[in-house]
């Protein structure tokens, strides 16, 4: 994807974070349950830059993707380690899905962890994102544990330990 950069959410980005998320999401409609309020709570993805670096993708001056990194010791979902860094809520514009984007906003996590000394990275998602999945464990992700369904579908926890995050970030050049 040419001309992307990724960066720090600002508050002018608001909006166009949760457009996304929820475009996003929309292709899971009729995967979980009482979607109406599922599909409400993503739309407010920008609200996690309260306790996590919000990363976003720009291309062309138009925000096409975000990811959170939840840094060791902020707050998260009990299943993470406190010491651990954490990858919340991936997503990428439909539209502009393959490009890259994704891939460059998981790099931008794993170079916050690596800064923020952490001795692995977490993160759940699901089978039916099968597209973020196939990276993940292309990165060296691996599922370590099952995890409750969120709404009907299963979950799992991946985590790749600091010593793989060099190997997954790619270099410049």
């Known amino acids: 994807m040419t001309g992307l950069l990724i960066r720090r959410f600002a508050e002018a980005d608001r909006e166009a974070v949760n457009a996304v998320a929820r475009a996003a999401f929309a292709q899971y409609a009729q995967a979980y349950r009482e979607w109406p309020s599922f599909i409400e709570g993503i739309g407010r993805m920008a609200d996690l830059a309260r306790d996590a670096d919000l990363l976003v993708a720009e291309q062309d001056g138009v925000i096409v993707g975000a990811v959170a990194h939840v840094g060791p010791g902020r707050p998260r979902a009990a299943f993470f380690p406190e010491e651990w ?5 991936l997503v990428v514009d439909p539209a502009r ?10 790099d ?3 170079r916050l962890a690596q800064v923020a000394g952490a001795p ?5 998602t699901s089978p039916i994102m099968a597209s973020a999945l196939r990276m993940y464990e ?5 599922r370590d544990r099952d995890l409750p369904p969120i709404r009907g579908v299963p979950y799992g926890r ?15 050049g």
């Open 97 to 106: 899905r393959g490009q890259g984007a994704g891939r460059a906003l998981v």
């Open 85 to 89: 860094s954490v990858i919340r809520m």
């Open 120 to 124: 692995a990275v977490g993160l759940h």
């Open 138 to 142: 292309a990165l060296g992700f691996v």
């Open 108 to 110: 931008g996590c794993l």
């Open 158 to 172: 991946y985590v790749l330990a600091a010593a793989g995050i060099p190997q997954a970030i790619r270099l410049p």
